[in-house]
Structure formats: structure tokens, C-alpha cells
């Protein structure tokens, strides 16, 4: 089993914790890839930090994982390489019964080191968010394209593979 951490980033600066426990706040900007793509903001809350113990149920190791609702339920579809339209694949219980514009939840359960981009249109179009490796989000209504102020719920609609998380 492997350990994950999940750090979420708010887009009004982030906390740091001190040797002694104590908490400062400290001014950052939106946080980006190398690339200049957007690291996923939390809506209206600080940064915060949890573990996830291991891979999300469901889901396995080498893939990007997501799923139709929060906390991760109604899934997972699965994809281990680039997609240009999650529109091809099928999924009966999403509103216009594919992957495209349903995730809710997500896992990058991969085992490159690798993170995935995920992009609000197909082709690799319109916003995106770097997903680190190892990073889960359970509920996306909870997050953003950086600071686009775009929610990502049920926008996600094409994938890339990616060393500039």
C-alpha cells in the first residue's frame, strides 16, 4: 500500500506550518505547472491537506481514475493514456451517457511520477488543471481551473499525460 498526500491550494495564498506546529499565513500566487497550466483551487476554503492511505478503490495502479459522483461512486472509468474526447466512452449512468463532462471524483493512481492534465473541452481545449501524481479529488464541486474561477464538476472532457505538474 502506498501512501498518498493531497495538497489543495486556495487561490488567496497558502498555509504553512513551522517546525513547532504553529500556522503563518504566506501570500502566493495561483500556483502552475512549468507549463503555465493551472494547479486545481479549492472553492472558498485555505489550503488544506490529508492523506489518502492508497489507491482508491476501484480504481488500479498505472491508471487515471474518475468517477460519476463524489466520493468517488458510480464508476470508475479508467484511462492510462492521452484522450482527445471522453465522449467515446460510454457510460449509461452520466446525463448524455458518456464520460465526457460527468467526473466528479478523480484519482491519478499512476506509477510514472506522471501527472494529468484535464481539460474542460475536447481536443484539449478550454481550461485546464494539472492532477499530480498520486493526487484524488472527491468531490470537484469543491475545485476550480486555477484561477479561472471555472468549476471543474462535470467539465472534464479530454486528458494528457504530463511531467509539468
Do not use: E
Request: hydrophobic share 40%.
Amino acid at each position: 500500500m502506498r501512501n498518498r498526500l493531497f495538497v489543495g491550494f486556495a487561490t488567496a495564498g497558502l498555509i504553512l506550518v513551522s517546525g513547532v506546529g504553529t500556522a503563518t499565513q504566506a501570500s502566493a500566487a495561483t500556483p502552475t505547472g512549468s507549463s503555465g497550466a493551472a494547479v486545481p483551487t479549492a472553492v472558498g476554503k485555505t489550503a488544506n491537506a490529508a492523506v489518502q492511505p492508497a489507491i482508491v478503490s476501484g480504481c488500479s495502479a498505472s491508471y487515471f481514475c474518475f468517477w460519476n459522483n463524489a466520493n468517488y461512486n458510480d464508476g470508475p472509468g479508467k484511462v492510462s493514456g492521452n484522450n482527445l474526447n471522453w465522449g467515446y466512452f460510454q457510460h449509461i449512468t452520466c446525463p448524455n451517457g458518456s464520460w465526457g463532462g460527468c467526473a466528479s471524483s478523480l484519482d491519478n493512481a499512476g506509477t510514472s511520477g506522471m501527472g494529468v492534465y484535464v481539460f474542460s473541452g475536447a481536443d484539449w481545449g478550454g481550461y485546464d488543471a494539472c492532477i499530480a501524481d498520486n493526487a484524488t479529488y472527491s468531490n470537484l464541486a469543491g475545485w476550480n481551473y486555477g484561477a479561472s474561477g471555472v468549476n471543474m464538476n462535470d467539465t472534464i472532457w479530454s486528458n494528457k499525460w504530463t511531467w509539468d505538474c
